[in-house]
């Protein structure tokens, strides 16, 4: 919470909010995103301020949900930790892709990761990487024998998905 966002904060708690995760810096945090659109892909460019890390090891042990979003592709040590307190409370775990270029399957500690999640999420080209199969849909199987659901967001081409021995697919708005 920084700058005008404190009063938000307070209106927050004053509706019944818990607010034990809540992090005060004494400066304002820029968060900006400018989406770039192109007739076949497009782009997030992000910058974000420097912000102390609030480590899960303090949040997970805390706080309840029913689905637990992982946003980006983790795996290791830290991970199966976080993994196994998020079960223990009943949680079901949704990662989505972004990972760094060198993350792929052929490592066993990304296989269990992957493994491990309900749903992954993962844009075209992070299936094709993870698990090498230049086709979609292929990549999309090998996913989907890992994750309980997998499903694949492709830009202009829609998104899709592998459940109950099945292809699924949406086109894009």
């Known amino acids: ?13 004053d509706e019944g909010l818990d ?14 995103t400018v989406s770039a659109s192109y007739p076949d892909d497009r782009a997030f460019l992000a910058y974000y301020d420097p ?21 980006g592709f ?13 079960r223990t409370k009943g949680m079901k775990l949704v990662m989505d892709g972004n990972s760094a270029e060198d993350v792929t399957l052929d490592t066993p500690q990304a296989r269990k990761a992957a493994q491990s ?16 199969e230049a086709n979609l849909e292929a990549a ?19 998104a899709y998905a592998w459940s109950e021995g099945q292809l699924l697919h949406e086109p894009a708005i």
């Open 1 to 13: 919470v920084s700058g005008g966002a404190a009063e938000e904060a307070l209106q927050a708690i």
């Open 140 to 158: 999309l199987q090998v996913l989907a024998g890992l994750a309980s659901q997998a499903v694949v967001k492709d830009g202009v081409a829609g």
């Open 117 to 132: 999640v309900d749903v992954l999420l993962v844009n075209g080209h992070e299936a094709r990487r993870l698990t090498g």
């Open 51 to 71: 912000a102390p890390s609030i480590p899960a090891a303090r949040a997970l042990p805390t706080t309840s949900a029913r689905v637990l979003y992982v946003p």
């Open 74 to 86: 983790y795996c290791g040590p830290l991970f199966d930790v976080g993994f196994r307190l998020a």
């Open 19 to 32: 607010d034990s995760l809540f992090e005060c810096h004494k400066r304002p945090m820029r968060f900006v």
